[in-house]
């Protein structure tokens, strides 16, 4: 009603909603059904964006419970809604990066460590550990963090991951806890 009181688009973002850890597939039945709905309210001239978010957690590393996400999983869920709502956006000619993921702050001896820093920036930056455990890596151009503790790791380890282009810089610190099983 607004398009038509107002004659200005309305653009909707909509969300498929996440499963659960033991999955059921009645929230899948019920995403297809969201999905088809909007596929024939697309074709009927509405402008609406779907968000994926059923298919950006893995859910038997991801979850808190069998419900909620654990700090990982919620640390994914903004990269699907950015990755949709950048195209609604103007284009900024250049500006400096910004991290915006959020990292995991435990890791366990002998488990292989991940963490996917990912910014936004134009241009790209590239992405450097500044501070880090002997023997973590990290992707220059990806940002993709990876690590396996051993022994000698235990305890806390300060992290700083810099992401960098030509116009300016950002860095990331946190705390990484390094325990046993």
């Given amino acids: 009603q607004y398009e038509v009181d107002s004659s200005k688009d309305v653009i909707v973002v ?20 969201v999905q088809a709905m909007t596929d024939s309210r697309v074709a009927a001239g509405d402008k609406i964006i779907i968000v994926d978010q059923e ?3 893995n859910y038997e590393t991801d979850m808190w419970d069998n ?3 654990n700090n990982i999983g919620y640390g994914k869920m903004p990269l699907p809604w950015l990755e949709e709502l950048i195209g609604l956006l103007p284009t900024c000619s250049t500006f400096k ?4 993921t959020r990292p ?3 890791a366990t001896v002998g488990i ?3 963490y996917q820093a990912t910014a936004i920036g134009n241009p790209a930056p590239n992405y450097t550990l500044f501070s880090a455990p002997t023997g973590m890596t990290i992707d220059n151009n990806t940002g993709a963090i990876a690590w396996v503790p051993v022994p000698g790791d235990k305890g806390i380890h300060t992290i700083t991951v810099n992401a960098k282009n030509t116009v300016g810089v950002y ?5 990484l806890n390094v325990d046993t099983v």
């Fill in 104 to 106: 995991p702050e435990t």
């Fill in 55 to 57: 298919n950006s957690l």
């Fill in 97 to 100: 990066p910004y991290i915006f």
């Fill in 171 to 175: 860095d990331q610190e946190f705390s």
């Fill in 14 to 33: 909509l969300a498929r909603i996440i499963n659960r850890k033991i999955y059921h597939p009645e929230t899948t039945l019920f995403n297809e059904n």
């Fill in 67 to 69: 419900l909620h996400p």
């Fill in 112 to 114: 292989k460590y991940t």
